[in-house]
Each structure stands twice: as structure tokens, then as C-alpha cells.
């Protein structure tokens, strides 16, 4: 099972903020909180993670002193940065989705002026039928493609073509 989310990896810039404080505070070696409690957990790990954290805590260089220190201060870090992660807002999940969009219509405005360069080329290297070709395929795309994407690889069409990109939707493909 995949703990993959299926949520965007973008951070916002309080994330970001609060990610970076993580990462560079202070080790975490409380055993027990204020009133002197602690609790004792046991688990299991792969054994590359294992040798990994024993590295660590051997280390002269590391600022950890024992196996648990090093335990201890990662539980803390994951639930940090989990902390973190879990606290975006309706707005950051806004910004996020609207980063999606426009990278989509980034993407298809590249392709579009890829492809219309390409004919170009055809057009160039006298091979007309297979410029017209090419043109009369991202013509036919782009009258299928739904607001905003249309108007984007309109815009790229006119700027490409010199052709008026109204004229190309009256036309048929």
C-alpha cells in the first residue's frame, strides 16, 4: 500500500518557514514532559534504517549521544514537519490546485507553440503538406480544448501564424 498522497507537494511560504525551523532546531532529548511522565515504545524497523540510526548515534561528530537520543529527536522532527504539512488552510489548497491549473495551461501553450514551430519548419524545408497537416491537427485540438486552455493556445496560434485567432475558430477543421 502506497502512503503516497495524492494531494499537490507544493508548499506555501509558512510551511516552507516552519519546515526550515524544524530542521534546524535544537536536538529534541526531553525523556518526560513537565510532570515527569514519559512513555516506552517499541518498534520495528528495516534493518538499513536500523544501522543508519546506530551510525548516528556512534558518530563522535553527531550531536546525539545515544540511540534513543537519535529516536527521540526524529520522532520529534516527523511530527514537526507532519504538524506542518497538516496545517494548510482552504487557501493553500486554493493556491495549490490554481499552481496545477496554470503549469496544465503552461504545458499546453509549450505544446502548441511546439508544435506550430514545427510546421513551421516543414513549411520551410518545403514539405507543405505536411506543415498543413501538422496545422490543421493543432486547429482541430484547440477547438476541442475547454476555457482557459482554448484561449491560451489561441493567443500562441496568433502569435505563431500571424494568422487572427478568431478566425481560426470560425473555420472547419
Known amino acids: 500500500m502506497s502512503n503516497e498522497s495524492s494531494e499537490s507537494s507544493w508548499l506555501t511560504a509558512e510551511q516552507h518557514r516552519r519546515v526550515l525551523r524544524v530542521v534546524s532546531a535544537p536536538i529534541y532529548r526531553a525523556t518526560h514532559d513537565k510532570n515527569g511522565r514519559s512513555e516506552t515504545l517499541s518498534i520495528r524497523v528495516i534493518p538499513a534504517h536500523a544501522r543508519r540510526l546506530s551510525e548516528l548515534a556512534q558518530n563522535p561528530e553527531s550531536p546525539y549521544r545515544t540511540l534513543s537520543d537519535v529516536v527521540r529527536h526524529h520522532v520529534w522532527m516527523g511530527l514537526q514537519?507532519?504538524?506542518a504539512r497538516s496545517s494548510a488552510t482552504d487557501a493553500d489548497?486554493?493556491?495549490?490546485?490554481?499552481?496545477?491549473e496554470m503549469e496544465d495551461l503552461r504545458c499546453t501553450a509549450q505544446t502548441v507553440r511546439d508544435l506550430l514551430l514545427e510546421a513551421k519548419n516543414y513549411e520551410e524545408m518545403g514539405l507543405s503538406k505536411l506543415a498543413n497537416r501538422v496545422r490543421k491537427r493543432v486547429q482541430k485540438d484547440?477547438?476541442?480544448?475547454?476555457?482557459?486552455?482554448?484561449?491560451?493556445?489561441?493567443?500562441?496560434?496568433?502569435?505563431i501564424t500571424g494568422e487572427n485567432s478568431n478566425d481560426q475558430t470560425d473555420k472547419p477543421g
Do not use: F
Request: without cysteine; negative net charge.
Open 81 to 83: 514537519l507532519e504538524a
Open 93 to 100: 489548497r486554493d493556491l495549490d490546485q490554481l499552481r496545477g
Open 142 to 159: 484547440i477547438q476541442k480544448m475547454p476555457e482557459p486552455k482554448r484561449e491560451y493556445a489561441l493567443a500562441v496560434w496568433t502569435e
